[in-house]
């Protein structure tokens, strides 16, 4: 289970390369086919250039998730990969700056952008255009895109957007309130991290399910009682639970969910991450901004890395080392 990795991107100084065309010049982290984390490469390409309705962003962090290797390595059940490969590309993504998380400045905008202004700091979440392995990235202006929390740094935001909209659609999804049981299995990641914040903000009784490792860190967050599920079944839990929330996804954590609902009260809900694709909004980023500026809920990082670094990220949270998503 892993948690958010963070890159700083670091502005480098533009080249204006061949100036007879005026292009104008940035880095980014591109992926050369589907494959191990070796894909991706560090290249010079055309600074972006917004369209009517888009803003450019500088971008002053990004999060390495669980998507986006997934989207690098096709690693998906083999009856989807044909499909994946007609809608993301054939032999490589269509798309190849990877990255659906970014904090930092709107650097321009386009003619007929109302919501930012330049200058403005944001944070969001797209998983569509991508993009956000690169120096700057154009982003339509009605996107999951909010103002950044006040007191943050860009990589703490960075580390919001991810496990905090998935966590926030799903908890909604399974009605959690005041006064439930609620088990997070997979509480250390980037989705369980927020999980367990969020269901406490929610005023649920949490309990968090990862591994001895991180047992402090889940508790740190504010759930009542941790369980090791190397060491303990949490399903064996003599008071049974309201809400079991799989935060890992039916994939990795299909044997310990088969059980689950054994623990579940009358009329309890069991829910995964993998149940259907969410739909994610602005206005619900706008909600954890609050939330963060009240410490009601804290960003979780586990380390950063430099844009040229981003293969590294990515071998390091696909070996299953780190505690981010």
């Known amino acids: 289970m892993t948690r958010i990795s963070q890159v700083r991107v670091e502005k480098t100084a533009g080249r204006e390369l061949g100036k007879a065309e005026g292009v104008h010049w940035v880095k980014a982290v591109v992926c050369t086919r589907y494959g191990p984390p070796e894909v991706l490469r560090v290249e010079d390409v ?30 998906l059940p083999a009856r989807y990969r044909v499909a994946a490969r007609l809608a993301l590309g054939l032999t490589r993504p269509r798309r ?4 659906m998380v970014l904090a930092g400045e709107v650097e321009s905008v386009g003619a007929d952008v ?3 202004g330049r200058g403005d700091q944001v944070f969001g979440f797209d998983r569509h255009v991508f993009g956000t392995y690169a120096e700057y990235v154009c982003w339509p202006q009605d996107t999951v895109l909010a103002a950044m929390p006040g007191g943050l740094t860009h990589e703490e935001a960075a580390a919001i957007p991810y496990g905090g909209l998935l966590a926030l659609h799903f908890l909604r999804r399974a009605g959690v309130r005041g006064g439930q049981r609620v088990a997070v299995y997979g509480a250390s990641g980037a ?7 969020l269901a406490r903000h929610f005023g649920a009784d949490v309990t968090g399910v990862c591994s001895g490792a991180n047992l402090e860190l889940v508790r740190s967050l504010g759930a009542a009682t941790v369980i090791d599920y190397t060491a303990d079944d949490f399903t064996q839990n003599q008071r049974p639970y309201d809400v079991i929330f799989d935060a890992v996804g039916k994939r990795k954590s299909a044997a310990a969910l088969r059980q689950a609902r054994r623990a579940l009260a009358p009329g309890g809900t069991c829910i995964s991450v993998d149940d259907g694709t969410p739909k994610l909004l602005a ?12 410490k009601a809920i804290r960003p979780v990082i586990d380390r950063c890395y430099r844009l040229e670094q981003m293969a590294e990220a990515h071998a390091t949270l696909t070996a299953g080392t780190r505690r981010a998503t």
Do not use: H, W
Not at 47 to 75: E, F, H, K, W
Not at 96 to 99: K, T, V
Not at 191 to 197: D, E, L, M, N, P
């Open 191 to 197: 989705v369980g991290t927020s999980a367990v914040q």
């Open 114 to 116: 109302t919501i930012f």
């Open 283 to 294: 206005r619900d980023l706008t909600v954890l901004k609050e939330l963060a500026e009240t």
């Open 96 to 99: 190849r700056i990877l990255g």
């Open 46 to 75: 055309p600074m972006p250039v917004p369209r009517r309705y888009q803003v450019r962003i500088r971008v002053a962090a990004t999060a390495v998730t669980s998507s986006d290797c997934y989207v690098r390595g096709l690693n």
